[in-house]
C-alpha cells in the first residue's frame, strides 16, 4: 500500500510526484551500555515529522520546499545502481541547506537474488559506495574552501603591491578563519558517513528488513568476550574474529584466511536465510529449513506465514520480525539527526540570512535571528512561520472542510514549519514577501491576516489543531489569495524574509495551452492560477502573442502540469501545442558597429566581444544574489553587500580554477570582466556586460567617459566615485544633454540583450561597450522631435541596432539548453540504444559496466530540443531493457554558424555552391523559432540574409521601421 502516494498519478506510476508529510510518535529502544538514568531520558517519547520527497528530477523543486522545512534527512541508495546523478544532486541540496544526512543502502536482496553476490563480494561493495558517497561530501566541502583560499592569495597580492597591508591582511585572514570554522561545524575531521557513527543503514524495502551493525552489537558482545564498543568499532572496519586465539585481530594478522566480522556476523546469516527460502522453493532439500532458522534466531513468527506456499513471503515473514525495517530507520533518525534546537544554530544563516537594508537596521532583525537560532518555543517569543510551498488537497482528505453544494473540489493549504513562537489559532501576523525590507516596508511588500485554519498532515489526512509550537511542521488554511508560492510568517514586521530555496533545474521545457472552446478562456486562465500556485517550481506566462505558456523542469513534469490543468484545476477541454524550446543566442569574435538617431544628431558605435564560459556559468547560477547586489539597496555600512560581493567574486575565481586550461583566460580576467561594468542585462542580472563608455561632443574632439561603473561599485571593484559630468558651458553649447540620454541608453541595452537578432532569444555572454559621438546640428533640419518623435525613443532604438548590428557581425550562435542523459542498458540492448542516442545529436561521454553484472552505464550530453519522446523511442528501441534519467546540465554554444556559405573549392564540393547539402542544425532550429513567433524566414542561403523584426517603438509613431541584419 503507497500510502503517502495518493494522487492516481503516483499510484498509475509507481513514483512519488509531490512531498507528503506524516507525524509519527517514536519511544527510542534502551541501549545496553547506557547509564539508567540516561536510558530512561532517552526513552521519551519523539515526535518524528517524515517528508516524503520525490526521486525523479522533474520533481526536484518537491526536494527543495521538505529540505527547507527539514533538520536532516535520509538519503537512499540503490546498491545495485549506485551513486547516480540524481544522489548527487540530492547530497548537494542538503549540503546546501545545511541538514545533517543519513545514508540508507537499498535493494540488498537484488545483490543476493538476481546477482549472485558473495557476503564478501557484497562488503567489498558496500565499502566502495561508501567511500564514494564520503568523497562527494568532502568535494562538497573542499569546493568552498579552496575558492576562499584563492580569494585570500588574491587580496595578500594586492596588499603587497598597495602597500596597504594592515587593513586587507586583517579583513582578509578574519573572514578565512570564520569560513573554516563555519566549514567545519558539525563536520569531523573523519568521514561524514561511516558504520561506525550509526548514520549508515542497510536493508531492502521490498522485503521490509533493515539494520545497522548496532544492532547485532548486544548479540555477540557476549559471545565473543568484548565490550559493546570495541565491538561496534570492530564491526565497522576491517577487524577480524581468530577462532582459535577468540580475538578481534586486524587484516595483517587474519591475512587473508578469515572473514571480516561485518561478514561473519551479519551478512551470512541473511544471506543464509535468502539461499534457505530460495533452496525450498526449487524443492531443493536443505538442512534447516526457514521456521528452525526462525527458530535458531528466536524470532516468533506464526506458523501460517511460515507454511506460505510462496517462500519469499515466507521469507520476509522472517526477515520483517527479526530485522524490521521501521525501528531501525526510526532509531537511526534518534541518534544521528538534531532535534530542533541543535540544529537551528547550524541552519541559521542557510534560512535566515543577515537582510540588506536600506536604513537604520531595526531591534526586530536581531530579535527573530535570535529567536530562529534558539528554536524559542516559549509563547511570548515572536512567532516566525516560513511556507515552502501550497499544495492543492482535495477537500475530502481535510477535517472540517467538507465540500458545500457547487463548490471546489481541491482546497489549497500552506506547506509550512514553525521557526520560533507558537502559533495558534486566530493569531494575526505580518505575510513578509521575498523584497521585504524590515527597515523601510510598504504595503506592496507585507500584508497582515489571521491564520483560522492549523492542521497537523498525516499523509493523505489533514486534522486541525488549536495550536503548534516552534521546531514543527504544519498546514495552513486560508493564506492563497496572499501567498502565491513561498512566504515568511511573522507576528512583527521586522522580522526579515527568508532566504530563497535551491532548485536542482531550469524551467527549460515550455508548452502555449488554449482551450477547445473559446467560452472556456476564463476558466482556463483561472485554472492556470491555481496550477501556479499548486506548483512550487512551474511558470506561467502570458506572451507577447496572447499565448499563455507554461514551462516546466521535464518532460514528466510537464505531463504532470497538464493533466492538473485538465483534471483538477481548469477542467475544461485543452489543447496543447509543441513543446517551445528556449534557445539563447551570443558571439564568438569581437566586432563593432554603428547606427545613428533617425535625426543625425547622434551616431553610437557599440564594439562586442564574448565571455568566458565560465563567467557565464556563474552569472547565471548567481541570479538571485546580484539581484540583491545590483537593485541599488544597501544596508546602513554597506557590510552585507561587500559580504554578497566577496562571494561572488570567491565563486568566479573557484569557477576559473575548475576550468580547463584553455578555458581559464589571462590571470585576473574576473576582474577585468566586470571591472568597468556599468549594468548587466536582460533584466539587469543577466550574463552580458555593459561597460562605461566613451562620449565625444562636436565642440570638443577630447572622449569623455560616458556612464557610471554602477556595477563595479556593487561588486567591490571600483570604489566610490563622482561621476565625470559635461560642464554647463559645452551642455549649452551642444544643444544636447548627454547626461539625460543615459536612461535611454539603459533601455535600449536591456531591449537589445533581451530579444537578439537571431530570433529573438536573449543573448549571452556579451560584452559590450558603447561610444557615442555628436554630429553637428542641420540648421535647415526644423522641429526634429515633430518630425523624428522624441529624442529619448530615438537613442534607444539606434542603441538596439547597433547592438544587433555588431552582434551579426560577431560571428553569431546559438546556445542550446543540454541534458545530461544517464541511461542504464544491457550489452544486447547496445546497439539501439546508441542507435536512438545518434539520432537525437548526441554527445557520448563514457560507457562503463558495473562490476559483477551485465549493465552497462552510458553518460551523454543530450539537447533539449532533441530530448521529446527520447525515453519512449528508447524503451521501443531496446524492447524495454534501457531507461534514461535526464538532468539539466548546461548551456552550449552551437559549433555551426546558421549563415554559413561555403566559400574555397573544397566547401562546395563538400556542401555544395549554396551550402544546402545537408542539414544545417542551428539553421532549422533558428527559422522554427522565427517561425513560431511570427517573424520573416528566408528559404534562400546567401552571404547577405536579411533578418527582418518590426520595431515596437518606432510603430508608435505611425511609421514601419525595419531593422535589416547582414551576415558576413
Known amino acids: 500500500m503507497r500510502f503517502m502516494d495518493f494522487l492516481e498519478d503516483e499510484q498509475k506510476r509507481g513514483i512519488t510526484m509531490k512531498s507528503a508529510g506524516i507525524s509519527l510518535l517514536y519511544t527510542p529502544r534502551r ?60 547530497l548537494r541540496q542538503a549540503w546546501e541547506e545545511r541538514l545533517k544526512p543519513c545514508l540508507v543502502f537499498n535493494k540488498l536482496d537484488r545483490l543476493i537474488v ?15 559506495l561508501i567511500h564514494e558517497v564520503n568523497g562527494l561530501m568532502s568535494a562538497f566541502e573542499s569546493e568552498k574552501f579552496i575558492s576562499r583560499v584563492d580569494t585570500f592569495l588574491h587580496n595578500e597580492t594586492r596588499r603587497e603591491e598597495s602597500g596597504h597591508g594592515d587593513d ?34 542497510f536493508g531492502s524495502a521490498i522485503d521490509g528488513w533493515a539494520f545497522r551493525p548496532d544492532e547485532f552489537v548486544e548479540l555477540y558482545a557476549g559471545k565473543l568476550g568484548c565490550s559493546e564498543s570495541a565491538l561496534r568499532k570492530a564491526l565497522s572496519g576491517d577487524w577480524y574474529f581468530h577462532p582459535k586465539t577468540r580475538k578481534i585481530v586486524s587484516r595483517k594478522v587474519a591475512n587473508g584466511k578469515l572473514k571480516p566480522l561485518f561478514v561473519q556476523c551479519i551478512l551470512d546469516p541473511i544471506w543464509k536465510l535468502y539461499a534457505t527460502a530460495e533452496s525450498e522453493k526449487n524443492g531443493e532439500w536443505v538442512e534447516k529449513d526457514l521456521a528452525t532458522l526462525a527458530k535458531a534466531l528466536k524470532v516468533d513468527i506464526p506458523e501460517k506465514d511460515l507454511a506460505q506456499s510462496d517462500r519469499r513471503m515466507a521469507l520476509q515473514s522472517v526477515m520483517r520480525a527479526w530485522l524490521p525495517m521501521s525501528p531501525c530507520l526510526l532509531e537511526m533518525i534518534t541518534q544521528c539527526i538534531p532535534g530542533p534546537r541543535e540544529a537551528a544554530p547550524r541552519r541559521v544563516n542557510r534560512v535566515l540570512p543577515q537582510p540588506v537594508l536600506r536604513k537604520a537596521r531595526p531591534s526586530g532583525v536581531d530579535d527573530a535571528r535570535r529567536a530562529v537560532m534558539e528554536c524559542d518555543s516559549s509563547p511570548e517569543a ?49 505575510v513578509l514577501h521575498s523584497g521585504h525590507d524590515p527597515s523601510d516596508y510598504d504595503s506592496e511588500t507585507i500584508e497582515e491576516v489571521i491564520l483560522d485554519e492549523l492542521y497537523l498532515m498525516m499523509g493523505q489526512g489533514m486534522f486541525a489543531v488549536d495550536e503548534v509550537p516552534a521546531g514543527n511542521l504544519l498546514a495552513i488554511g486560508g493564506l492563497e489569495s496572499v501567498v502565491l508560492k513561498s512566504a515568511t510568517l511573522s507576528s512583527s514586521a521586522e522580522c526579515p524574509p527568508f532566504g530563497d530555496m535551491m532548485f536542482q533545474a531550469a524551467a527549460i521545457v515550455k508548452v502555449a495551452i488554449e482551450p477547445e472552446n473559446v467560452t472556456d478562456m476564463d476558466a482556463l486562465i483561472q485554472g492556470l492560477r491555481l496550477l501556479n500556485r499548486a506548483d512550487a517550481f512551474v511558470e506561467v506566462s502570458l506572451m507577447d502573442t496572447g499565448e499563455h505558456v507554461i514551462a516546466a523542469a521535464g518532460e514528466v513534469h510537464l505531463e504532470r502540469c497538464v493533466a492538473d490543468l485538465r483534471e483538477r484545476f481548469a477542467r475544461v477541454p485543452i489543447r496543447v501545442s509543441p513543446p517551445i524550446i528556449s534557445f539563447r543566442e551570443t558571439v564568438t569574435s569581437v566586432a563593432t558597429a554603428s547606427s545613428t538617431t533617425a ?64 578555458e581559464q583566460g589571462p590571470e585576473g580576467i574576473c576582474e577585468d570582466t566586470f571591472r568597468s561594468a556599468w549594468v548587466l542585462g536582460p533584466k539587469r542580472v543577466g550574463s552580458n556586460v555593459l561597460n562605461v563608455g566613451t562620449y565625444t561632443a562636436d565642440v570638443d574632439d577630447d572622449e569623455k567617459e560616458f556612464g557610471h561603473a554602477t556595477a563595479a561599485i556593487s561588486l567591490g571593484l571600483r570604489k566610490e566615485y563622482d561621476p565625470e559630468e559635461l560642464d554647463e558651458a559645452t551642455l549649452n553649447a551642444t544643444d544636447f544633454d548627454i547626461n539625460a540620454a543615459q536612461g535611454s541608453v539603459l533601455t535600449g541595452f536591456q531591449m537589445a540583450t533581451d530579444r537578439g537578432p537571431l530570433c529573438d532569444e536573449p543573448l549571452t555572454g556579451v560584452c559590450m561597450k558603447l561610444n ?20 529619448s525613443g530615438q537613442i534607444i532604438n539606434t542603441v538596439r541596432d547597433a547592438i544587433r548590428r555588431a552582434v551579426m557581425k560577431a560571428g553569431t550562435r546559438l546556445v542550446e539548453a543540454m541534458y545530461l542523459a544517464v541511461i542504464t542498458t544491457t550489452s544486447e540492448a547496445l546497439g539501439g540504444t546508441y ?31 532533441s530530448s521529446f519522446g527520447f525515453v519512449d523511442q528508447l524503451r521501443a528501441q531496446t524492447s524495454g531493457a534501457s531507461t534514461a534519467q535526464l538532468v539539466f546540465s548546461h548551456w552550449s554554444t552551437m559549433d555551426i554558424d546558421p549563415f554559413f556559405t561555403p566559400t574555397t573549392e573544397e566547401e562546395r564540393e563538400e556542401f555544395g555552391e549554396d551550402g544546402d547539402v545537408g542539414p544545417n542544425i542551428a539553421r532549422q532550429l533558428m527559422d522554427s523559432v522565427r517561425r513560431r513567433k511570427g517573424l520573416k524566414v528566408r528559404r534562400r542561403a546567401d ?3 536579411e533578418y527582418t523584426t518590426r520595431s515596437p517603438h518606432l510603430k508608435a509613431h505611425g511609421t514601419d521601421a525595419f531593422i535589416s541584419l547582414h551576415a558576413g
Open 31 to 90: 541501549r545496553g551500555d547506557a547509564d539508567a538514568e540516561d536510558a530512561e531520558d532517552a526513552r521519551a517519547p519523539i515526535l518524528i515529522t517524515l517528508v516524503d520527497s520525490p526521486g525523479h528530477v522533474d520533481f526536484c523543486s518537491e526536494v527543495s520546499t521538505a529540505a527547507r522545512l527539514s533538520d536532516g534527512c535520509l538519503v537512499v541508495v540503490d546498491v545495485v545502481e549506485g551513486v547516480c546523478v540524481q544522489t548527487h544532486a540530492v
Open 772 to 791: 557615442l559621438a555628436l554630429n553637428p546640428r542641420d540648421e535647415g533640419a526644423g522641429d526634429q522631435d515633430e518630425q523624428f518623435g522624441p529624442l
Open 168 to 201: 586587507l591582511e586583517t579583513s582578509t585572514s578574519d573572514y578565512l578563519e570564520e569560513d573554516e570554522a563555519s566549514m567545519h561545524d558539525g563536520v569531523d575531521e573523519e568521514d561524514a558517513f561511516s558504520v561506525a557513527r550509526g548514520n549508515v543503514a
Open 835 to 865: 542507435a536512438v542516442l545518434g539520432k537525437r545529436r548526441s554527445q557520448i561521454l563514457s560507457e562503463t559496466i558495473r562490476e559483477g553484472t551485465g549493465v552497462f552505464v552510458i553518460h551523454a550530453y543530450l539537447p533539449v530540443a
Open 943 to 945: 552571404t547577405r540574409v
Open 382 to 430: 515572536m512567532k516566525i512561520v516560513f511556507v515552502s510551498k501550497m499544495m492543492a488537497v482535495p477537500r475530502s482528505h481535510v477535517q472540517g472542510a467538507e465540500r458545500e453544494q457547487g463548490g471546489e473540489e481541491m482546497k489549497f493549504l500552506a506547506f509550512a514549519r514553525v521557526y520560533s513562537g507558537v502559533v495558534q489559532k486566530g493569531d494575526k501576523v505580518f
Open 114 to 128: 538476481e546477482l549472485g553476490y558473495s557476503p564478501l563480494e557484497t562488503y567489498e561493495k558496500i565499502r566502495g
Open 599 to 662: 535625426n543625425g544628431r547622434l551616431t553610437i558605435s557599440c564594439t562586442v566581444k564574448p565571455m568566458s564560459n565560465f563567467i557565464i556559468r556563474v552569472v547565471d547560477d548567481s541570479a538571485d544574489q546580484l539581484k540583491v547586489l545590483l537593485e541599488g539597496k544597501m544596508d546602513e555600512e554597506g557590510e552585507e553587500n561587500k559580504k554578497l560581493a566577496r562571494e561572488f567574486m570567491e565563486k568566479l575565481a573557484a569557477a576559473r580554477e575548475a576550468s580547463t586550461y584553455d
